[in-house]
């Protein structure tokens, strides 16, 4: 087992990783919109965000030795699925370009750091 670091995403604000990788899989923290030059959130909006959380998520699977094209499954958390998934889904298909994972999209009450939009993925490297 092998944690997984880098100062292109966000510091963990909390107990745990930025991503694992066990043999050839790795399975990352869920990102949100920090921006990891800033330590802050600086969008406000779903599209702003989605796009940090993206960036930041390509940054750890780099980390890893991976990139999109390895992510076979995400989840996507959403604050308000009803306003934000059409934003959140034309971002996230941007940033995946033809890889598309499995995925469950969920919503939830609240994030940390009041964000709107957090991701995270298993890859496998082949």
Known sequence: ???IYTEKAPNAIGPY????????????SGQIAI?????SVEASDI???????????????AAAG????????TTCFLKDVAKDFTAFNAIYAEALGDCKPARSC???AELPKGV????EAIAVIE
Request: proline fraction near 2%.
């Open 1 to 3: 087992m092998n944690i």
């Open 17 to 28: 990783s930025q991503a694992i990788k066990v043999g050839n899989l790795v399975y990352t």
């Open 35 to 39: 921006n990891p030059e800033t330590g």
């Open 47 to 61: 599209e702003g965000q989605s796009r940090q959380v993206m960036q930041n998520l390509e940054a750890v699977l």
């Open 66 to 73: 991976c990139s999109f094209a390895n992510v076979v499954k």
């Open 106 to 108: 969920v919503g939830v």
């Open 116 to 119: 709107l939009v957090e991701v």
